[in-house]
Antibody, heavy 125, light 106 residues
Framework: QMQLQESRAGPVKPGETLSLICSVS??????????WGWIRQSPGKRPEWLGY???????FYNEFLKTRVTLSVDTSSNHFSLKLTSVTVADTAVYFCVRTMRDTSGFSIDVFDLWGHGSTVIVSS | VLTQSPATLSLSPGEGATLSCRASQIIVRTKLAWYRQKPGQPPRLIIY???SRASGVSDRFIGSGSETDFTLTISRLEPEDFGIYYC?????????FGGGTRVDLK
């Protein structure tokens, strides 16, 4: 059974770059069946989709964050990554890595049926 | 923008719940999903394509709606049903979530 596990983020200061890795177990990130993504959630707020990436590194981003977000896939290490530049306190959130779902027709659809447990990121000076 | 109502429902086990999700623009091709989140956990997918239940989800959950108005109906509430429910649209280039409806134990 496939599982996702986010890395821990160390302390992040305003203006720095946040980097997270999502390790995939029980399956291959090189699979063409899924997209691999990130969703964050600030305390008491709705989830916010950041983007997702395909196994060939083709990525799609939240239009409001796309200038700051980069997603990539590392098939040799079986993980995918998030980089978020120029962070501010507003980027403080739990960051979840996610996988898109395959519907009954076999197509990947933009809903998320597998989530990691989340990595808490605090941006503070 | 997705707007959910009510903000909170306080109900007892065995009762039914009706949750609303309203979109500011028409959502075509039924691209609306529902999730439930419990404290300290990630959201869990409940419904996709407006009315299709995700794997392992009880038939007590029924999704319906079209265009801008969508509903999640839960019959005979069980203790594990309590939590925050979010709708999500996947019709646009940027996927977005609603603000949530909290279903509380009365």
């Amino acid at each position: 059974q496939m599982q996702l596990q986010e890395s821990r983020a160390g302390p992040v200061k305003p203006g720095e770059t946040l980097s997270l890795i999502c390790s995939v177990s029980g399956g291959a990130v090189s699979s063409s069946n899924y997209y691999w993504g990130w969703i964050r959630q600030s305390p008491g707020k709705r989830p916010e989709w950041l983007g997702y990436v395909y196994h060939n590194d083709k990525a799609f981003y939240n239009e409001f964050l796309k200038t700051r977000v980069t997603l990539s896939v590392d098939t040799s290490s079986n993980h995918f990554s998030l980089k978020l530049t120029s962070v501010t306190v507003a980027d403080t959130a739990v960051y979840f890595c996610v996988r898109t779902m395959r519907d009954t027709s076999g197509f990947s659809i933009d809903v998320f049926d597998l989530w990691g447990h989340g990595s808490t990121v605090i941006v503070s000076s | 923008v997705l707007t959910q109502s009510p903000a909170t429902l306080s109900l007892s086990p065995g009762e039914g719940a009706t949750l609303s999700c309203r979109a500011s623009q028409i959502i075509v091709r039924t691209k609306l999903a529902w999730y439930r989140q419990k404290p300290g956990q990630p959201p869990r997918l409940i419904i996709y394509h407006t009315s299709s239940r995700a794997s392992g989800v009880s038939d007590r959950f029924i999704g319906s709606g079209s265009e801008t108005d969508f509903t999640l109906t839960i019959s005979r509430l069980e203790p594990e049903d309590f939590g925050i429910y979010y709708c999500q649209q996947y019709d646009g280039l940027t996927l977005t979530f609603g603000g949530g409806t909290r279903v509380d134990l009365k």
